[in-house]
């Protein structure tokens, strides 16, 4: 028996072919460094942008080089949407055996993210491995960056699952995950991607970096912006942590989302900043908390009841 959960789920397969939307006119057929997230003209343009992208989004990953990747963009005869080869690469994952659970999601070195977008916390995911029984001893979490250490004040988040699962061995990648079409998989730790503006595709079979899957509308926020499209503002939020590693920046789109009345852009927004705890940011989550609470919205509520009963307000 194969035990394994996908929360790459089919739903985001529809994404990617509604955003060609949001693709201005003048952008197809230019390239774009966006691990960092600048938008690049030339060679020049990209060896004087990397100190800013550095500053602006620092970090103390293990990040080195730059890699060249195919974008399959304008979508021709021979490509697919690069969600739905995701969607179907991780099925394809080796059998890891009934004590084994393998988990297939997006992630970053602070979050993992469901398929609707939202936040994922270490008590979510414990909760989704104890519901798989008592014969799990293991768990494997195909999210990039999974395995490392933001920073040298935080644990990895297989670190925090394995505690919050009492120890059990939990372990994931230390890097960009890539999928080949037989589910077999490896690991990049490249500081710069180099790709053609666009919605993420691959030539049938191609291999898939599945950072970018969910990175790539990071590229058309100012878009999304302009059109006060909420959920384009998650997305791209969404995109700014896991492809971009820039947590800064995808709270500036989750604030920018929940403004625009998105209840999973506010609960992202309230973690971030709670776990960021600068000078009014517990009050400033709180406030969002409470507005998607109203909205119906139950993590929020569950969050937010939570938080207030907290004495340093951490999720």
């Given at each position: 028996m194969i035990r394994f959960l996908s929360l790459v789920d089919e739903s985001i397969v529809?994404?990617?072919?509604?955003?060609?939307?949001?693709?201005?006119?003048?952008?197809?057929?230019?390239?774009?460094?966006?691990?960092?997230?600048?938008?690049?003209?030339?060679?020049?343009?990209?060896?004087?942008?990397?100190?800013?992208?550095?500053?602006?989004?620092?970090?103390?990953?293990?990040?080195?080089?730059?890699i060249n990747l195919d974008n399959c963009y304008p979508i021709g005869a021979d490509c697919v949407p690069a969600a739905e080869a995701l969607y179907q690469y991780t099925l394809a994952s080796p059998d890891v055996g009934d004590e084994v659970l393998s988990i297939s999601l997006h992630g970053s070195p602070w979050h993992f993210y469901g398929p609707d977008s939202r936040i994922?916390?270490?008590?979510?995911?414990?909760?989704?491995?104890?519901?798989?029984?008592?014969?799990?001893?293991?768990?494997?979490?195909?999210?990039?960056?999974?395995g490392a250490s933001p920073d040298k004040h935080r644990r990895s988040l297989a670190q925090q699952l394995?505690?919050?699962?009492?120890?059990?061995?939990?372990?994931?990648?230390?890097?960009?995950?890539?999928?080949?079409?037989?589910?077999?998989?490896?690991v990049t730790q490249q500081a710069f991607t180099v790709f053609k503006t666009g919605p993420y595709a691959v030539k049938k079979g191609e291999k898939v970096m599945a950072s970018l899957v969910e990175g790539w509308p990071a590229q058309f926020e100012d878009t999304f912006a302009k059109q006060r499209d909420a959920q384009g503002l998650l997305r791209a939020g969404v995109g700014h942590e896991v492809?971009?590693?820039?947590?800064?920046?995808?709270?500036?789109?989750?604030?920018?989302?929940?403004?625009?009345?998105?209840?999973?852009?506010?609960?992202?927004a309230a973690i971030l900043r709670l776990e960021r705890g600068d000078s009014g940011d517990r009050e400033?989550?709180?406030?969002?908390?409470?507005?998607?609470?109203?909205?119906?919205?139950?993590p929020s509520a569950t969050l937010l009841e939570q938080t207030t009963l907290r004495s340093k307000g951490k999720p």
């Open positions: 529809n994404k990617s072919a509604a955003c060609d939307d949001y693709l201005p006119g003048n952008q197809t057929g230019t390239h774009v460094t966006f691990n960092r997230g600048l938008s690049l003209l030339s060679l020049l343009s990209l060896l004087a942008a990397c100190a800013t992208a550095q500053a602006d989004c620092p970090t103390t990953l293990p990040l080195k080089g730059v994922m916390t270490i008590e979510n995911m414990a909760g989704m491995v104890k519901q798989q029984g008592s014969k799990i001893h293991e768990v494997i979490l195909m999210a990039s960056w999974s394995s505690s919050a699962l009492g120890d059990m061995k939990v372990s994931g990648p230390n890097g960009f995950l890539w999928y080949e079409k037989d589910g077999k998989t490896a492809f971009s590693l820039c947590p800064s920046r995808a709270l500036a789109a989750f604030d920018a989302s929940a403004a625009l009345g998105n209840p999973i852009a506010a609960y992202n400033a989550a709180l406030a969002l908390l409470r507005k998607a609470a109203t909205a119906g919205d139950r």
